[in-house]
């Protein structure tokens, strides 16, 4: 398939698509939780991807993704 910067602007990303469990805001807040487990890893057993998935209902290979940035690359 070809890259095409007009297509990009028709397609449906992130919480616009119909089966996302997550949205732009729940998005920076794992990322945000993620940064704050990294910089606080000892004191933050608490902020595994297993936690941060069941808290916000979804699998934990989600979160994971997310935290590699594989997915949900459109939100900073």
Known sequence: MRDDPMN????????ELPWAR?????????RALIAEREAL???????SNARIAEKFGVH?????????????????
């Open 8 to 15: 990009r602007l028709k397609v449906k990303r992130g919480s």
């Open 22 to 30: 997550l949205s732009e805001a729940d998005v920076r807040l794992i």
């Open 41 to 47: 890893k000892p004191q933050a057993a608490d902020l």
């Open 60 to 76: 934990l290979r989600t979160v994971d993704r997310i935290s590699a940035g594989e997915t949900w690359t459109h939100v900073e």
